[in-house]
C-alpha cells in the first residue's frame, strides 16, 4: 500500500487557513488546524481541529503530532515555542529565524538595513526625547502585534506621542519610529519559496488602503514602470533567499514621488494583496504556499488575464452582531449582473470593518474590471450608492 499524503498543521483559524483548504483538497493533502474557537472561519471547512491556544506549547504540540509540517494563518506564534517544536522534530515553515522578522519590526528593519534593501528611516524610540531627536512628523508602529492599521500613530508633535507610548507599555512591546513617506501609492510584491530555494514571483500589484485596511488591489500594478517592477520583484526574492522564508512571502511598498521603492512591511503567509491569484493566477498564492512548504515543484504565478481586480467586503454600518446570511442575500443580483464574478465569503459573523470576503473580477479592460468588482463589493457591504456614484 502506497504512504498517505502527508499532513500539513495550520495555525490559526481566519480566512487564510480556510482558503488553503481548497487547494488542499483538489492535492489530496489532508490538513489538521489550530483554531482559536469552534465555528472560526477555517473550522467550517477544516474536519479535522482542534480548538486552543497557539500561545499554549502543550497545544501546539498536540496538533503538530503525526503533521510533515505546521505552517500558519498568523504571525503571532511565539518564537520560542516554534523553536521547541523544531526541537521535537516537526518542520515550521517558515521558521522561527525566518518569522521572527515579519513578528518584529524592529528585526526586521535592522536586518533590511543590513541587507542593503531600500526602508523607510527608522529608529527604536525609548523614550519621547527619541521621538524628538527622530524627528516629527513621523509613524510610531509597535514593533510587535500591530496589523491592519492597528498599533500605528501618525504624529506630528510631542503631544501627539502619548498614546502610542501608552499602548507599547500596557502590551510590553516596543515602539519604532520611522519617516513619514511621500509616495504616490502602495504596492505588494508577492513570492513563494521553498526549502529547496525555488522560487516563483508574481506580478507586483497595486493596493489601496482604507483606515489602515486593504480595501483594493490591481494585478499587475497599472502604469508601473518596468525597471521599478523588476526591482521589486528581486527585492522580494532577495528577502526571502536572505532570510530563509519557506512559504509565501508578502512585501508591502511604498512607490515614492521620486520613483523608488521602499519596504513597509513583510508578511510570511497568504497576504490579502494575493486574494486575486484565486481566480487571476495559473496558481493561487495558496496551492503555492502549500507547495512550497512541503517542498513541492512551484506552480506558475503568472496571470491569466491582463487584469485582475480584488476588492475586499467588509461589514458597514448597520452589521453590529450580525451573521452572515446577509451576506448570501446579495448573490442573486450580484451573481447575475456579473456571470463572470468570483465571490470568495470567509464565513465570519458581521460588523464595522471586519473583513468577511473579497471579489474578484478579470478581463482585458481594466476600467471595466474595477466597476465590476467595486459594484459587486459594494452590493454585499449595503452602500452601492456610496460606490457607485
Request: charged share 20%; with cysteine; net charge negative.
Amino acid at each position: 500500500m502506497s504512504e498517505p499524503a502527508p499532513t500539513v498543521a495550520i495555525v490559526g483559524g481566519g480566512q487564510l487557513a480556510r482558503m488553503m483548504a481548497e487547494p488542499a483538497a483538489a492535492l489530496g493533502l489532508p490538513l489538521r488546524l489550530l483554531a482559536e474557537a469552534e465555528g472560526v472561519s477555517a473550522a467550517q471547512v477544516i474536519p479535522d481541529h482542534l480548538v486552543g491556544d497557539y500561545r499554549d506549547l502543550p497545544t501546539l504540540q498536540k496538533v503538530t503530532d503525526g503533521c510533515a509540517v505546521v505552517t500558519f494563518d498568523h504571525e503571532h506564534v511565539p518564537t520560542d515555542h516554534l523553536h521547541a517544536l523544531e526541537a521535537d522534530g516537526v518542520a515550521c515553515r517558515p521558521g522561527p529565524e525566518a518569522l521572527v522578522h515579519a513578528q518584529d519590526k524592529a528585526v526586521m528593519r535592522e536586518r533590511l538595513g543590513a541587507l542593503g534593501v531600500p526602508c523607510p528611516r527608522n529608529r527604536v524610540v525609548t523614550s519621547l526625547q527619541d521621538v524628538e531627536a527622530f524627528g516629527f512628523p513621523c509613524v510610531l508602529k509597535t514593533t510587535r502585534g500591530g496589523y491592519d492599521g492597528k498599533g500605528v500613530w501618525f504624529v506630528d508633535s510631542a503631544e501627539e506621542c502619548a498614546d502610542a507610548f501608552a499602548a507599547a507599555e500596557a502590551s510590553g512591546v516596543g515602539l519604532l519610529a520611522e519617516e513619514r513617506v511621500a509616495f504616490r501609492r502602495e504596492l505588494a510584491a508577492l513570492v513563494a519559496r521553498s526549502p529547496s530555494g525555488q522560487a516563483a514571483a508574481y506580478p507586483i500589484v497595486a493596493s489601496t488602503q482604507r483606515d489602515g485596511i486593504c480595501h483594493e488591489v490591481v494585478a499587475p500594478a497599472p502604469g508601473l514602470d518596468d525597471d521599478l517592477a523588476g526591482q521589486a520583484q528581486r527585492i522580494a526574492l532577495t528577502i526571502a533567499g536572505e532570510l530563509g522564508v519557506t512559504g509565501i512571502l508578502a512585501v508591502e511598498l511604498f512607490e515614492t514621488e521620486d520613483g523608488r521603492v521602499l519596504v513597509n512591511e513583510l508578511a510570511m503567509r497568504p497576504h490579502n494583496t494575493g486574494h486575486w491569484s484565486q481566480d487571476g493566477a495559473v496558481t493561487s498564492q495558496f496551492e503555492n504556499h502549500l507547495r512550497a512548504v512541503l517542498d513541492l515543484p512551484l506552480g506558475s504565478p503568472a496571470p491569466r488575464e491582463r487584469w485582475t481586480v480584488m476588492v475586499n467586503i467588509l461589514g458597514g454600518e448597520g452589521h453590529e452582531g450580525a451573521g452572515s446570511a446577509p451576506l448570501y442575500q446579495g448573490y442573486p443580483h450580484a451573481l447575475a449582473r456579473d456571470p463572470r464574478l468570483r465571490v470568495h465569503l470567509y464565513g465570519k459573523g458581521l460588523r464595522p470593518g471586519r473583513k468577511v470576503g473579497h471579489v474578484n473580477a478579470y478581463g482585458d479592460d481594466l476600467d471595466d474590471c474595477l466597476e465590476r468588482a467595486r459594484h459587486a463589493a459594494a452590493w454585499f457591504r449595503g452602500d452601492l450608492g456610496n460606490e457607485s456614484e
